[in-house]
């Protein structure tokens, strides 16, 4: 059987760059109330402006290593084989709220995945309810570890 490739993590790069993102945000506030501390009412701490830049740093640090580091892990597993492999056809296919609260759901060959596009992973995660291609009785092959799926291929 021929399979048409819908996701590769190795392909589509680090795509929660954003999530990290956010957390420059904050340092750059945390920066103007250390510049501007002098400003501050009385009643301010003078410690909350730094103690504010640490954890927004701390913050951004953690959060850019987490989710680098899992799309690190997970390409490299692809990439060297040790993903586990399940071929068959879409079952149990529960699908996310167009509203988004909740996950997608569904099991091929015994194995079970959920994931959904507003939670934070390497692999793949794009729902129905935004486009994404999972229906029920589809037939896909996916190389995956534990929950996280490295390459979802679509039979033709």
């Avoid at 999530?19 to 510049?35: D, K, N, Q, T």
């Avoid at 992973?121 to 794009?126: A, I």
Wanted: hydrophobic letters at 45%.
């Amino acid at each position: 059987m021929e399979y048409n490739i819908i996701f590769d993590v190795t392909q589509s790069g680090f795509r929660n760059w954003w999530f990290p993102a956010f957390g420059l945000i904050f340092i750059a506030v945390g920066s103007g109330l250390v510049v501007f501390r002098r400003n501050l009412s009385a009643r301010t701490l003078k410690f909350f402006p730094f103690a504010f830049l640490g954890f927004a740093i701390f913050w951004t640090i953690a959060a850019f290593a987490c989710t680098a580091g899992g799309y690190s892990s997970l390409a490299s597993a692809l990439r060297e084989g040790r993903c586990e492999v399940v071929t068959g056809e879409v079952t149990q296919f529960h699908p996310m709220p167009a509203t988004g609260h909740g996950t997608e759901r569904f099991v091929v060959s015994g194995c079970h995945f959920e994931y959904s596009d507003y939670i934070v992973s390497p692999g793949y995660n794009n729902t129905s309810s935004h486009g994404g291609p999972i229906r029920e009785g589809l037939s896909v092959r996916i190389h995956h570890v534990g929950n996280d799926i490295a390459r979802l291929e679509i039979a033709k």
